[in-house]
T-cell receptor
Framework: KNQVEQSPQSLIILEGKNCTLQCNYTVSPFSNLRWYKQDTGRGPVSLTIMTFSENTKSNGRYTATLDADTKQSSLHITASQLSDSASYICVVILNYGGSQGNLIFGKGTKLSVKP | DTAVSQTPKYLVTQMGNDKSIKCEQNLGHDTMYWYKQDSKKFLKIMFSYNNKELIINETVPNRFSPKSPDKAHLNLHINSLELGDSAVYFC?????????????FGPGTRLLVL
């Protein structure tokens, strides 16, 4: 069964600290993996897209890693800011002819950054 | 100059009613989507249209009918609303339908069926 599991479910950190969010998937065949940030009451916003051949990708203070062998990805946030408080959703895309329709979403990790 | 916009933002209605949610994108994208996010925060794709043509229709009840008058608009009409339809509905768009394309999401429509 194609699944995306994220951990932890929720996380509270102090402003300025680093944190790492985890994503494990059992999706096959794999096309690419994405991390989205969803602020409360808003739509998700794409942070990174990684294909199976990419091990790491950065977007500012966000760095995503991917290990296609162990089917694990992580999102590392450096020097957290209050505005990083949001849900972070891992999405894995199945490789069926390149269609966008085969997206498997994780439940997300709810991050709270406290002053 | 919102990229993907949805109306209404909130929708409260009685069971059995028919309602529509509108979506417009001004990004010039060819592909648009509807997603449902339930109370457990799972996002699930419902429909995808490419250049006004339906390309994905997941296992959604036929009470839900998308309509794309042009490639910048994808509206969602829901007949005979049920309690279980309560959720947040997100519209999204991407340049093409390929898996590597970034999707841009609208702000969501919060539907509550009483």
């Amino acid at each position: 069964k194609n699944q995306v599991e994220q951990s932890p479910q929720s996380l509270i950190i102090l402003e300025g600290k680093n944190c790492t969010l985890q994503c494990n998937y059992t999706v096959s065949p794999f096309s690419n993996l994405r991390w989205y940030k969803q602020d409360t009451g808003r739509g998700p916003v794409s942070l990174t897209i990684m294909t199976f051949s990419e091990n790491t990708k950065s977007n500012g203070r966000y760095t995503a890693t991917l290990d296609a062998d162990t089917k694990q990805s992580s999102l590392h946030i450096t020097a957290s800011q209050l505005s990083d408080s949001a849900s972070y959703i891992c999405v894995v895309i199945l490789n069926y002819g390149g269609s966008q329709g085969n997206l498997i979403f994780g439940k997300g990790t709810k991050l709270s950054v406290k002053p | 100059d919102t990229a993907v916009s949805q109306t209404p933002k909130y929708l409260v209605t009685q069971m059995g009613n028919d309602k529509s949610i509108k979506c417009e994108q001004n990004l010039g994208h060819d592909t648009m989507y509807w997603y449902k996010q339930d109370s457990k925060k799972f996002l699930k794709i419902m429909f995808s249209y490419n250049n006004k043509e339906l390309i994905i229709n997941e296992t959604v009840p036929n009470r839900f009918s998308p309509k794309s008058p042009d490639k910048a608009h994808l509206n969602l009409h829901i007949n005979s609303l049920e309690l279980g339809d309560s959720a947040v509905y997100f519209c999204a768009s991407s340049q093409g339908g390929a898996s590597g394309e970034t999707q841009y999401f609208g702000p969501g429509t919060r539907l509550l069926v009483l």
